[in-house]
C-alpha cells in the first residue's frame, strides 16, 4: 500500500549549495515508509513530480534531494 504523509511527518532540511540550486534531506520519522515524495510551489495549484521515483525512503532513514531550484519551493 502506498503512503501518503504530509510535511509534518517529517523532518526537512534544507541548505542552500549556490545561488540557483540546493539541496533538501528528508528524514522519515514516521512509523511508515515513505513510497512517493512530492513538492509544489507555494503558488502552485498542483504537485510537482514523484521525487523518489522506485526508491522507497525506510523508517528511520533519509534521502537527500539535490539541485532544487532556490526560490522555486
Not at 549556490?18 to 503558488?43: F, G, H, K, M, P
Not at 525512503?57 to 522555486?72: K, N, V
Request: glycine share 6%; charged share 20%; net charge negative.
Amino acid at each position: 500500500m502506498r503512503v501518503a504523509l504530509f510535511i509534518a511527518a517529517l523532518l526537512i532540511t534544507a541548505s542552500a549549495l549556490a545561488a540557483d540550486d540546493a539541496q533538501v534531506t528528508v528524514r522519515n520519522r514516521s512509523s511508515w515508509e515513505i513510497q512517493e515524495l512530492y513538492l509544489s510551489a507555494v503558488d502552485a495549484n498542483a504537485w510537482g513530480p514523484d521525487l523518489i521515483g522506485l526508491e522507497v525512503i525506510e523508517r528511520g532513514q533519509s534521502h537527500r534531494l539535490a539541485d532544487i531550484p532556490c526560490g522555486s519551493y
